[in-house]
């Protein structure tokens, strides 16, 4: 007689699952929860201690670690010496593993489990069982998802039992469930509890027509739950598909645009800002996003953090974009803009996700990180010049913009709205430079943001130069005193942030 062994934390459809197999002659094992939880529901079915010949002890840590249950399963049928021993053990075959994992991750996310409680949580006998099924999967059939179910038994209806291919592909299946699940385990005992899982992909991934460039094959994974200011827990509304660097871009877009509370829309190209503006109303804060920078924004991608209603969708609609997104869209907004075949309009959830990661791939391995979140750490104002409640406000935008621009970065603005974009350097004064060319005349009186310190005072002197109002950087550099020095000389305020943000 064929054997089952059942032992599940995740009780989905085990009812009739089970019944289906006693109806194609299988006998049920199982275990502690999951026995009293088949047995309640009037399914025949043996306890693990009847095929063990032991009781479960340490609060049921030892129940299926032993040789009736491995041997059972482990066992090639067709070595004699497999069966001999067997035999002489009473080892029967169990054929079919049905095992889930005890709750680690989920407990583990939960802020008010205490390090007992997790640790509690890390399952032994069930990947044990899991492994040993899927190495022996050519006798094993092992089901570690309640949604494989009916294709077990749809695929015994059609053959008698399942099939090698079958039993193959849920080995396979069972493996990346252990090693995702050790995966999140080695992550809480670095430190991390695991709200964001490395592995936590869905299995399908969407293809794209092609990568960064025409001759690179693409695939968007998108990771399980919602997010906010995310591509990936977005809505698509219309216009074509979204390529790799659309949704490059587009990320880039709500990176930026989360920084803000008050209306605000962003500009990007190549991932980079090419225009941000803050203003009482949408309208008027894409404007000045607008009127940062007239000529990058053609092709690019918009992104604002309020409803696009009718004035808005008309301004934008005479614009060439690849991308707009919004968290809502009015109606008559919507004819607009869908006139255009071939814009993508995206909807956006705008509630911003605390304690998110970020990943990027290396040839062979994945670096990952805290999300960068926070905007200033302890504030210091060093300059003898002291800047005003106005310039307070217009620094924190300016350090707002400079952000999200790619190291070595500089942003001068005025008015709420950038006027000169310094990205991707490989020098400081390189970045000013590029920057206060664009702002021209403009740059008289604004305001200056730096990523990271300013290392040297020729960006300082560069600023003067240009008539710069007051400047915000982290600090930290071993030349602060001499930068300070010169702001003083030269009438400048200065705030230190006492917070880098590299963006590389």
Request: net charge negative; proline share 4%; with cysteine.
């Amino acid at each position: 007689m064929k054997q089952a062994l059942i032992s599940v934390h995740d009780k989905r459809d085990l009812v009739p699952f089970c019944l289906a197999l006693i109806d194609k002659g299988y006998t049920l094992v199982s275990t502690g929860g999951t026995y009293r939880h088949l047995d309640h529901a009037g399914v025949n079915i043996k306890k693990v201690s009847d095929l063990t010949g032991f009781k479960e002890i340490m609060d049921g840590r030892i129940k299926t670690l032993h040789p009736a249950v491995h041997g059972g399963i482990l066992g090639k049928r067709d070595h004699s010496s497999h069966v001999d021993d067997a035999n002489r053990e009473g080892i029967s075959w169990i054929d079919l593993v049905v095992v889930n994992l005890y709750p680690f991750e989920e407990t583990a996310r939960d802020p008010e489990a205490s390090e007992e409680d997790v640790i509690e949580q890390i399952d032994i006998g069930g990947p044990a069982m899991i492994r040993s099924g899927a190495k022996n999967h050519r006798w094993v059939t092992v089901v570690t998802d309640p949604g494989d179910y009916d294709t077990v038994i749809n695929d015994m209806d059609a053959q008698g039992m399942t099939s090698l291919e079958l039993r193959r592909d849920l080995a396979r299946k069972a493996f990346a469930l252990t090693a995702s699940y050790d995966s999140v385990i080695t992550s809480y005992f670095s430190g991390d509890r695991p709200s964001d899982p490395l592995l936590a992909l869905d299995l399908l991934s969407e293809p794209l027509r092609y990568g960064e460039n025409p001759h690179q094959k693409a695939f968007f994974h998108r990771q399980k739950g919602q997010y906010g200011y995310a591509v990936a827990s977005a809505t698509k509304l219309h216009g074509k598909d979204l390529s790799y660097n659309n949704i490059t871009d587009a990320q880039a877009a709500l990176d930026m645009l989360k920084e803000f509370e008050e209306p605000t829309a962003v500009a990007v190209k190549h991932m980079n800002p090419c225009g941000i503006g803050s203003a009482p109303t949408i309208l008027k804060a894409f404007e000045k996003a607008y009127l940062a920078d007239p000529v990058s924004i053609f092709g690019g991608i918009v992104a604002v953090n309020g409803n696009v209603d009718l004035a808005l969708a008309s301004t934008l609609s005479a614009l060439f974009l690849e991308v707009i997104l919004a968290p809502s869209y009015d109606d008559d907004a919507l004819m607009i803009l869908t006139r255009k075949k071939n814009v993508r309009l995206i909807r956006f959830i705008d509630t911003k996700t605390p304690g998110t990661k970020t990943y990027r791939s290396i040839p062979g391995g994945l670096l990952v990180q805290d999300e960068d979140q926070d905007l200033v750490g302890t504030i210091t104002i060093p300059t003898v010049t002291k800047p005003s409640e106005k310039d307070m406000n217009e620094l924190l935008f300016a350090y707002k913009a400079v952000k999200g621009v790619k190291s070595n970065a500089i942003v001068i603005t005025k008015d709420f709205q950038t006027i000169g974009i310094g990205a991707g350097q490989m020098s400081r004064v390189g970045a000013a430079r590029i920057a206060l060319d664009q702002a021209k005349d403009e740059a008289r009186d604004a305001y200056m943001a730096s990523d990271a310190f300013i290392p040297m005072p020729d960006t300082v002197e560069l600023a003067a130069r240009h008539g710069i109002k007051a400047i915000i950087q982290p600090g930290g550099s071993v030349k602060d005193d001499v930068v300070v020095g010169l702001c003083d000389k030269k009438g400048i305020a200065m705030v230190m942030t006492n917070m880098r943000h590299f963006k590389h």
